[in-house]
Structures are given as C-alpha cells and as structure tokens.
C-alpha cells in the first residue's frame, strides 16, 4: 500500500480516466457563449418595441423617421463586440489563472490543473492549499477549515483515513490524499459555481437602479403608446400617417435604450483595461464596491510588505551570556534540526530554511505544526521539548522580562519569534525526562501561559516594504480612504512597518490578543493598527466597520483571511496566496502588487461617475417625454415633435457628449444612492424642458403657429436646455470638456443645416423664432432656480442618511 501510494497513477491510466469521465471538470455555467452575448444583444424587449414602432412608420410612409434605426443597430453591434473582446480577455485569463494541484504521477510529483486530475489520483496537501475534490487522507496529518462548508472556524485534525470535503482548506500541516469524487459529484463544483456568480439580490446599486429605470420605462410606454394613438387618431381625427410619428416620437424619447448599453460597454472595457493591469474580477459588482470604499482593511505581509521574508538575525535571548563557547552555532544547530521536524510550508519556514542550514539528523519523537491560532509550534526530540513561535504565547508568564528587549526589535520593524525549551505543562503534572524517557506532547491550548518554557534565542524576521508602497497609500488618502492595518504579527511590528510605508495614524495599535470582543465596536474607529489578530477577530473587526457605515474592502494572502475576506464588501487576494483566498476572493491581483489597487478604485471611480453623469442626461429625455406625453394626451394637443428630431437631439446631448466624457479619468469619491442621485439631478433639465415646450406648444396654437414650426422651435428648445444640463454635469470645465461641448453645439448646427430634410428641421417663421427666442432666454433662470431647489433636497437627503449610517 505504501508503494501505490508514493507510485500513485500512471499518466496514461490518468488519460484513460479522464477521456471515460471520471474527470475533475469545473462545473461552471456563469460565462456567457458567444451565441447567449449576441441573443441578449439582439432579442430584447425594447429591440422588439423599436421593431414594432419602425414596421408601423413603414407602413405610414414616414421613411424619413426611421433615423433612430441605425442608432439602435450600432447600439447593438458595439455592445455585441465590447462582450466578445471582454469575454475573450477573462477566458484567456481564466486559462492562466488556473488553479493547480501537485499529484503523484508515475512515482513523482507532478503539477496538475484542476480539472486534469481524475479519481484516484492521490495529491499532495500542504498549508495554504485548497482541497479541490473529496478525499481521504491515506498518509500524514493536516488541520482543515471547514469554514465555507460548514461556517465554523474550528481547525479539525485530518489523519490517516479521514475523509476530507472539497472547498475546504488545509491550515498546516502535510498529507497525502487519494481523490474519492470528483467533477460535478464533488462539493467543489458547486462552491466555485456559488463564488463567481453573482445573484441578483447582489446586484450593485448602480445595476439595481438602471434596472428599475429600464422596467418602469418598458411597463409606461405600452399604455401611453395605446392612449396618444387613440387621442390624435380616434378623439382629433389625425390621419394614420400623422398619427404614427408623433406617437413613435413619444415612445422614443421614453425609452432608455442606450443605458445598457452604455453600463455593458463602460464595464467591458473596464475589465479589459484591468485585465491588461493584470487584475482578474471574478464579478463586475467589485467594480462599484471598489469605487465606494471609505475604508480598506490590509495585512501586513505581502501587501505592505513583500511576499518574501528573510531572517535578519538570531540572537541569545538574555544578552549577558557570553558567546565565546560558540552558543550561538550551537543554538543555530539546534533549530535547524527543529525545522527540520515540523512539516510547515509557509513563507516565514521557507526563511527559517534559507538560514539555519546546520542540521544535525536529529531524531524527532512528535511534533505540533504552527497554527495561526495557537501562534507556536512545538517539537519532541529524544532528550527534550522545544517550542518556535510568537514571544506572547510562547514565554507566557516569563514576557514581562524579557518585554522590552522583544518591543526593542518591534521598534524596527522586525518580527520576533522566541525560541524556548518546554519544561512543563501548566497544571505541573506533565514533565518531560529525558531520564525517564520521552513522554508525548500535551495537547496544545490557546496559549502555554503557566507552562515553564525558558527562552534560548530570539530570531528576527524582516519584510522589505513593497516598492510602490508609500505611494499607494499616499493615494489613499487623498481620495479619502481610511487604512487599516489588520496583522497576526506584533502590533509594535506592525505599526512601525505601517509608519516607514507613509500609512496615517500607524501609532495608533491594539494588541488583538489582549482585546475582548465587546471592545472591538469602540476600537474600529479610532485604531489604525491591530495586531496579533485571530481569523476570528478579523472577521469582527469587517463586520464592526461595517455597522458604523463604512463600505469596506479586505485584502488578503492567506487561509487566515478568508472569513473576513467574505464578510468584506469586497475582497481583494494576492495571486501568490494560497488557492483558498484567491477562490474568496471578488478581485485577484494576478501579479500580487498591492500598487494595482490604485488602478482598480481609479477605474471604478471613472466609470461609476461618468455612467451616473451620462444617466443623468438620459433621464432627462425619458422624465420630459413621459410629461409631455402625458400632458399631450390630457390636454388633447398633437405631440410636437417627430422620430428624427428626438434622434438628433439625442445623438449630441447624450450619445456623443456620453461616449467622450465616459473616456475621461474621475476619481471623486461616491457617494449617496445611484438612482436617487440621478433623479435630482436630471429634474431640473427635465421640468425646464417640459415647461418650456408645453407653454411654447400652448402659445403657438393660441396665436396660429404653423405646427411645424412648433416642431422645429420644440427641437432647438429642446437642445438648447439640453446643452445647459450638458455644461451643468460637466463643470468645472477643462479644455477636453470644452471641446467636447463645441464639438456637440457645431455638431447640431451642421446636422440642422446639412441634414434638415433628415431630422425634419424646416424653414421657420418669424413669428416661431420670436417665441423661441423668448422661452430659449426664460430656460436659463428657470433651470438655475430648480437646480437650486433640487441640489438643496439632495443635500438634505443625504444628511439624512449619513446620519442614519450613523445611528
């Protein structure tokens, strides 16, 4: 048996097993084919409206309302191509991201993409890595979290014929395990499919919102439709050519046909221009989450830090001792037989290796591998017991003495671990004789206080800080992103390694072990620096920030991290981590530079604000053709305008002003609800513009206006507030921003000069353009005073709320 298990599978048994099925093939139905991204693209609700409304002006003979046509096959062929290069991007990133396990393949350990292993393959299980399909341990021992299974955090012990359940993950330890099911009979496949989709109720607010817009504008357009045919046909007695373009020109203007468009296309090239970054999402929701964070939690190591660790120095633990007899060699020895013991794969072991290389091949009784909760680890030799891990839970009562040599080396940024000889349990029963022969290890608690452990050595650890560190959080400040620095190490560690990378308020610490739960909800606020934090605690800790209203990202590396990674708004993991936090995670840092985050709230940033912007002018012409529709059919008046006039106000008020502001960087902070936001801001416009046209269409039936006048004075009208909102949502101005407002404005002329017989721009009369000159002049002051007005409720509103988040 102990040979087929160090043999394992031949490749081509593994080639046959997986050709039969018996595969790990990922179940993962979340991408989209490129046949459901053209099906979304082409067979929606309002595409069908558009056809229905374009059938009917064909049958009118009103050809020359048919211009909103091309708009809306464009819309759909850019969305089409902007899901193709995005999808393109993720599968190839997918592909080399993959996650891999290490299998014994022929007698030797080979590396294995998930879903190339088969049933029975036996795999390699160390620290840090995720089970990927159900098992049972045929060799060596390991500590499981089962907490996304099971939601508890306890670590269980895994020995030899223990089952393990895929999605969980290894903590320490060293194992070999033969795979019992695999593919979709495993729990893995059901894990990963619940990570990467996101359901509805997760939605953003921004997604959620635009949602509402669109299902509100899809439910009003078919009864509004029905009643303005039945006004102008049946009740004014228009002929069916009339009837249809007036009609049509209403339900256009209703219809918000370009928002998804506008949300898919902003967010695809997001994801591309994040992908290029080397920044993997593993849902769009990040995107926003990101762009709203106050407040981002981060770990020390391999976010402030570099990954790598290196070992500055070993020292005796009481420096009056002479050296003279060469105890430091010898101490150096005796811990390179102690690592060479514990089966430990982490980075701080891997230092420990690179450093004390005089091993001697002494014979190891028992041991306990390190534990992030217990902060130790401990080994049995024949003739004594030594113990390797944090000072606090190592020297227990004995601390205090030696507390201000330790805080000396915290002070410059270096991470202690002491290195002790057990003597004794706590209760002073347990003694370990190597007189009497060796005598197993008591089982570990929270902490060895009241245990005699006698301290031989200190070993210092460093961390170079990361390259682009201070910069990164230089950035953070300034866009008003509060940093807290969440570390298993020693808080004194952890808050000078947090000053020397420019974090704020890096004195301010709290040492987690000494931290009762109910104090968490006081300290969250006001603690910039936490260390010696359990999983536990760091969960706690997201959730308290949370409470008091904070939007809260949470980076991390580690299995340690994961539970409060999914507590988090929005999880960030290093690719260099273990398979466990990257699978957590909502954003993978692909090359696992912090510094990309920058890129990532930047991103966010622009694309939340300017979609929010280009909303705004959408909802302006959806708000005021659904009021003038309405006021249109209760006042039993034609609507004034036609099909190509509402297409060519809308090409240079929203379509072109939106694609080219969507370009420019904005990095204000967001704030507030989406939908509300927009709302307030997009009254004004719509109420100037509903207004204006309504009295202007008043006027001229009582005075006799030519009704194609009144069209043609509605349309300018109609562009001129549009220009106003346009200028609004823009300032303060900047030369791109000028240009492109003057680039619309010539835009509109050329089109009503050139293109009249297009856009049904006629010659208008004196009388017309007197009135228009007249309303064109009242718009200004009327806009500037329901801005006020409306800026004023905002305002309101959202002290409201903040005091709500608050309380």
């Known amino acids: 048996m102990y040979e087929e298990i160090n043999v394992g599978l031949s490749t081509a048994k593994a080639k046959e097993l997986h050709a039969q099925g018996y595969g790990n093939t990922q179940v993962d139905n979340t991408a989209k084919t490129t046949a459901d991204i053209i099906k979304e693209n082409v067979f929606t609700y309002f595409n069908l409206i558009f056809l229905i409304m374009a059938i009917l002006l064909i049958v009118s003979g009103a050809f020359n309302s048919l211009t909103f046509l091309p708009v ?99 903590v320490s330890g060293k194992c070999l395990a033969r795979l019992t099911k695999v593919g979709a009979d495993s729990y893995i496949s059901q894990l990963m499919l619940r990570a990467k989709k996101m359901p509805a109720s997760d939605q953003s607010d921004m997604v959620k919102s635009i949602n509402r817009i669109v299902i509100a504008a899809g439910i009003a357009i078919i009864p509004i439709g029905i009643a303005l045919f039945i006004q102008s046909f049946y009740i004014q007695g228009n002929s069916f050519a009339e009837t249809v373009p007036s009609v049509v020109a209403a339900l256009i203007g209703m219809i918000p046909e370009g928002l998804y468009l506008l949300l898919s296309i902003t967010l695809g090239l997001s994801t591309i221009r994040l992908a290029k970054d080397k920044v993997m999402l593993h849902d769009m929701r990040s995107i926003e989450t990101l762009a709203r964070v106050d407040t981002i939690c981060v770990d020390k190591t391999g976010t402030i830090t570099d ?65 992030s909760r217990y902060k130790y680890s401990s080994v049995q030799f024949e003739d004594s017991t030594y113990v390797l891990g944090a000072p606090e839970f190592v020297l227990g009562g004995l601390y ?14 270096l991470r202690v ?3 002790a000889r057990y003597y004794g349990g706590a209760d002073g029963t347990t003694v370990l004789d190597p007189v009497n022969g060796p005598v197993s290890l008591p089982v570990p608690q929270t902490s060895l206080d009241g245990a005699l452990n006698i301290p031989i050595a200190f070993v210092l650890l460093q961390n170079p800080i990361r390259e682009n560190a201070k910069e990164t959080f230089e950035f953070f400040r300034k866009q008003g992103v509060e940093v807290k620095v969440i570390s298993g190490d020693s808080p004194l560690t952890v808050s000078e390694v947090a000053k020397n990378a420019g974090i704020e308020n890096a004195d301010r610490y709290v040492d987690a072990s000494k931290m009762l739960d109910e104090d968490i909800p006081g300290l969250v606020e006001n603690t910039a620096v936490f260390g010696r934090v359990s999983p536990e605690q760091k969960q706690k800790i997201i959730n308290a920030l949370k409470k008091k209203g904070r939007t809260v990202a ?58 929010e912007r280009t909303a705004t002018l959408f909802l302006v012409k959806n708000i005021f053709s659904l009021l003038l529709a309405l006021f249109s059919i209760i006042s039993v008046l034609t609507y004034p305008l036609q099909p190509s006039q509402i297409t060519m106000v809308s090409l240079v008020n929203i379509g072109i002003p939106g694609f080219f502001l969507a370009m420019e960087p904005n990095n204000k902070r967001i704030q507030g609800h989406f939908l509300v936001k927009v709302l307030l801001k997009a009254m004004p416009a719509a109420l100037t513009d509903f207004f204006a046209i309504a009295a202007l269409v008043v006027f001229g039936n009582t005075f006799g206006v030519n009704p194609e ?99």
Do not use: W
């Open 554 to 611: 949470m980076t991390g590396d580690g299995v340690n991290d994961i539970l409060a990674m999914k507590d988090a708004d929005c999880s960030i993991a290093m690719a260099a981590g273990s398979d466990a936090a990257i699978q957590a995670a909502q954003v993978v840092l692909l090359d696992s530079d912090f510094s990309r985050m920058r890129g990532i709230v930047s991103e966010g940033r622009r694309n939340i604000n300017n979609i």
């Open 400 to 413: 205090e003495s030696y507390s201000d040599r330790i805080n000396s080396f915290a002070q410059k940024g």
């Open 709 to 807: 006048d009144i069209s043609v004075a509605s349309t300018f009208l109609l562009a001129i507030v549009g220009f106003i909102i346009l200028a609004n949502i823009s300032a303060p101005f900047n030369a791109y921003r000028v240009k492109v407002l003057l680039g619309c404005i010539i835009g509109m002329m050329a089109g009503a000069f050139f293109f009249h017989d297009l856009f049904s721009i006629s010659y208008v009369s004196v009388e017309c353009i007197m009135l228009f000159v007249l309303f064109a002049i009242a718009t200004e002051p009327f806009m500037r005073y329901l801005t006020k007005i409306f800026t004023s409720i905002e305002k309101k509103i959202q002290k409201k709320a903040l005091i709500s988040d608050k309380i």
């Open 417 to 419: 671990l002491c290195f």
């Open 72 to 170: 809306i096959i464009c819309n759909s062929l850019i969305g089409i191509a902007q899901e193709l290069k995005a999808k393109k991007v993720l599968d190839r990133l997918n592909v080399l991201n993959q996650s891999t396990a290490t299998a014994i393949r022929d007698g030797s350990e080979d590396i294995v993409s998930i879903d190339k292993l088969v049933l029975g393959d036996v795999v390699v299980l160390t620290a840090g890595s995720q089970i990927c399909a159900d098992a049972v341990v045929v060799e060596g021992e390991i500590a499981v979290n089962e907490a996304l299974l099971t939601g508890e955090a306890d670590e269980i012990i895994k020995g030899e014929g223990s089952e393990l359940m895929s999605g969980s993950f290894v």
């Open 307 to 371: 990954n790598s660790m290196l070992v500055a120095d070993a020292v005796l633990a009481d420096p009056d001792i002479d050296d003279s007899e060469g105890k430091i060699q010898a101490v150096n020895t005796l811990i390179s037989d102690y690592i060479g013991c514990v089966p430990d794969d982490n980075i701080t072991m891997h230092a420990l290796e690179d450093y004390f290389k005089s091993a001697t091949g002494r014979t190891c009784i028992s041991f306990h591998a390190f534990s």
